[in-house]
């Protein structure tokens, strides 16, 4: 059983940063893709960022310039680096990942969510 533990969420004013943190545990062989979702009230969930591990990152118009993605495969960690935050990015975050376990076909994991509030 895989689990997805994320940590770093908060309350920041507009302009601020904050880090989150993904640490995948469990019977893991490789991880393809580490990706960051998020989902505001009355919304649906949205794609952040998406690292590929073969190569390749996407990151959502309303963030790119202002989010990183980055991971650390040896950990099976991902990270996303928010800076100039805005009252816009106001959402739980949930970490995703497409897992290849060490038996049985690959899935798709998904982190307990972190919230992340934007306001003065």
């Known amino acids: 059983q895989v689990q997805l533990v994320e940590s770093g969420g908060g309350l920041v004013q507009p302009g601020g940063s904050l880090r989150l943190s993904c640490a995948a545990s469990?019977?893991?062989?490789?991880?393809?893709?580490m990706a960051w979702y998020r989902q505001a009230p009355g919304s649906q969930r949205e794609p952040v960022a998406v690292?590929?591990?073969?190569?390749?990152?996407y990151y959502a118009d309303s963030v790119r310039g202002r989010f990183t993605i980055s991971t650390d495969n040896a950990k099976n960690t991902a990270y996303l680096q928010m800076n100039n935050l805005k009252p816009e990015d106001t959402a739980v975050y949930f970490c995703?990942?497409?897992?290849?376990?060490?038996?049985?076909?690959?899935?798709?994991?998904w982190g307990q969510g972190t919230q992340v509030t934007v306001s003065s």
């Open positions: 995703y990942m497409s897992l290849i376990p060490r038996q049985g076909p690959s899935y798709g994991a």
């Open positions: 469990g019977s893991i062989l490789s991880v393809t893709i």
């Open positions: 690292s590929h591990m073969r190569g390749g990152i």
